[in-house]
């Protein structure tokens, strides 16, 4: 299941009626719009760029990227040197991870097809495999691009922020309290965690929620 339109609805419904201060949260963020960007690797290489980034810079490197680099390919992406990509704002990082990923999609060791029909875990264990994709950005894009109902990234600054502030604790909760305070919300701790990055970014003024939340 995908987490868009009806799903959509229903899972912010669901939560509403389970938690009372999700649904003050949900009333205070108003629709979650659908923004999803197309799978494959255009999307999961945004994601590398914009790790350890405010928005407003990954999206101007961004934009770059997709002007220099059209079409957005992995031969395209291995034919520029690093001169180039370094010029358009990326890192030596970034250039390494951006490097390692399309060689794993052109090698066919990442098959974006292939993901769709694997579960949560071994979705995020395939991505993971590829070097410069941890935790967070297999997530991200299981949540933002795949729509996946039931991803929780925990170890996401923000979000712990978000809960915090969501049921007045006294500090910001770790992973293993995160995973804790969420278990009532599956299977739709997706949801929830949009739900989350918004009344974070509305409840701090200046805070930004991640792109398509």
């Known amino acids: 299941m995908s987490l868009t339109g009806r799903a959509l609805a229903q899972s912010l419904r669901s939560l509403a009626e389970r938690d009372e201060d999700l649904a003050r949260a949900i009333d205070l963020v108003g629709p979650l719009h659908d923004r999803t960007r197309p799978p494959g690797f255009p999307a999961l ?3 590398v760029c914009e790790q350890q980034l405010s928005v407003a810079s990954a999206a101007a490197i961004w934009r770059r990227l997709e002007v220099e680099l059209d079409p957005l390919t992995p031969e395209n992406l291995l034919a520029a040197d690093d ?4 010029a358009l704002g990326l890192s030596r990082p970034k250039i390494r991870y951006g490097r390692c990923l399309a060689e794993a999609v052109r090698e066919g060791r990442l098959d974006f097809e292939r993901l769709h029909g694997l579960d949560d875990q071994a979705a995020s264990e395939e991505l993971c495999a590829v070097k410069g994709i941890g935790r967070w950005t297999a997530e991200i894009y ?3 691009v795949m729509r996946r109902p039931d991803i929780w990234p925990a170890g996401d600054l923000a979000l712990q922020e978000g809960m915090r502030l969501l049921k ?3 500090k910001r909760p770790d992973e293993a309290r995160m995973d ?3 278990r009532p919300w599956a299977p739709y701790r997706g949801t929830a965690a949009r739900i989350l990055w918004r009344y974070y970014a509305l409840t701090k003024r200046g ?4 792109e398509g939340a």
């Open 168 to 170: 007045r604790l006294r």
């Open 45 to 47: 290489l945004r994601i």
């Open 207 to 210: 805070a930004q929620a991640p």
């Open 83 to 86: 001169a180039r990509l370094a």
């Open 180 to 182: 804790r305070l969420a």
């Open 142 to 144: 299981l949540l933002f």
